[in-house]
C-alpha cells in the first residue's frame, strides 16, 4: 500500500504509545467494530450451545467418548470457520477505512474474502507448527508451555497485518511474518503478554458480570460453584446467547487493532521512519505552565543589579 504512513497507526511504538493507540483507536471505530464482533459472536455463542459436554463427565470409556465427541466436530469447526472469517474482516477494516472512507462494514466483508482462504491455510501451519513447540516446551516444564503459546500468539498478530498490507504470497506473508515479529522479538513478546493479561482480566471480569442475572452475585459465582451449578445449562439460555455475544463483541476489535500497532510499529523502525515517540512528543511539547513561569534566579539577580 503506498499510503500506508497516513495510518493513524503507523509509527515507532514505545509500551505507553501502543496502549493509548489501542484505545484512542478502538473508540474512535467502536459502532462499527462492536457490530460486526457482534454478529460473530452471535453465531459463535449459538454454535457452543449446541456442544454439550456434561455427558463426557459421566463417562469412563476411552472408546465412548471418542464417539461423543465426533458430535462436536460439526459445531466446532462453524465457530473456527466462522472465527476466521470475521476475524478477517476486522483486520480489514481496520486497515483499510482509516485510510478511505469508502471501505464500510459491507465492502470491508466482501473484499476480505480475497485473504480468507490463505489465512486458514496459513492458520492451519501455524497450529501445527505451535503444537510441535508446545511438545518441546513440555521439556522445561511449565515456563517452557507459556514461551511456547506465548511466542505463537505474537506470530499469529502479524499475519493478517503483513498478508493485507503487504499483498504477498503465503510463502512471502509467512517469511515477512516471521522477520518482522524477530525484528524487535523481547518487546513484542512483552507487549503480546503484557496484552493477554489485560484481556484475560477484562474477560474475567465482564464474563462475571454477564453471569449475575444467573447467579444473583458475582461472589457467589466463583466463591459457591455447588450453588451455582445450574449454571452448566446457561448455554443454551437465549438471554445469555446474547448477553455473552454483547460481551465478547465489546473486546474482540482489541485484537486486530493491537495486531496493526505491533505491525506498523515494526514496518516504521524497518523503514527508520523519524516519527516521534510519545514521549519525545511530552518531552517537546510547549506546556501552558511554561508559559506563566517564574523567571529564572539569575535573570531576577540581573535585572535588580541594573
Known amino acids: 500500500m503506498d499510503n500506508i504512513k497516513n495510518h493513524p ?16 483507536f478502538y473508540k474512535s471505530r467502536f459502532i462499527a467494530l462492536f457490530l460486526i464482533s457482534l454478529i460473530m459472536s452471535g453465531i459463535i455463542q449459538y454454535a457452543s450451545s449446541l456442544i454439550d459436554f456434561s ?26 470457520v466462522v472465527s476466521l472469517l470475521f476475524s478477517t474482516i476486522l483486520h480489514y477494516y481496520v486497515l483499510h477505512k482509516p485510510l478511505d472512507d469508502s471501505q464500510n462494514i459491507l465492502v470491508s466483508a466482501v473484499k476480505a474474502l480475497k485473504y480468507y482462504f490463505p489465512y486458514l ?20 516444564l511449565i515456563v517452557g508451555i507459556f ?10 498478530f502479524f499475519i493478517l497485518p503483513v498478508m493485507m498490507a503487504e499483498n504477498g504470497s503465503i510463502d512471502r506473508t509467512i517469511v515477512r511474518t516471521i522477520k ?12 503480546t503478554a503484557v496484552f493477554i493479561i489485560l484481556y484475560l482480566i477484562v474477560s474475567m471480569v465482564l464474563s462475571g458480570i454477564v453471569l449475575l442475572p444467573f447467579a444473583g452475585s458475582f461472589i457467589k459465582t466463583f466463591a459457591n460453584p455447588q450453588d451455582t451449578a445450574h449454571l452448566a445449562t446457561l448455554p443454551g439460555n437465549p438471554l445469555y446467547i446474547l448477553l455473552s455475544s454483547a460481551i465478547n463483541a465489546l473486546t474482540m476489535p482489541l485484537f486486530p487493532v493491537f495486531a ?14 523519524s516519527l516521534p515517540s510519545s514521549a519525545d512528543e511530552t518531552r517537546d511539547r510547549v506546556r501552558v505552565e511554561d508559559l506563566y513561569a517564574k523567571p529564572r534566579t539569575e535573570e531576577s539577580g540581573q535585572n535588580t543589579t541594573g
Do not use: C
Open 260 to 273: 496493526y500497532i505491533m505491525y506498523f510499529n515494526a514496518r516504521a523502525r524497518e523503514e527508520d521512519v
Open 9 to 24: 497507526l503507523y509509527r515507532k511504538h514505545n509500551i505507553d504509545s501502543a496502549m493509548n493507540a489501542l484505545w484512542e
Open 55 to 80: 455427558d463426557l463427565q459421566t463417562m469412563t470409556d476411552p472408546m465412548e467418548m471418542l464417539e461423543k465427541m465426533k458430535e462436536f466436530i460439526v459445531p466446532m469447526l462453524i465457530m473456527l
Open 147 to 156: 514461551f511456547s503459546i506465548l511466542y505463537v500468539a505474537m506470530i499469529s
Open 121 to 140: 491455510i496459513i492458520f492451519i501451519l501455524l497450529i501445527f507448527a505451535g503444537s510441535i513447540a508446545m511438545v518441546l516446551g513440555l521439556m522445561v
Open 180 to 191: 518482522l515479529s524477530h525484528s524487535v522479538f523481547w518487546p513484542n513478546m512483552g507487549w
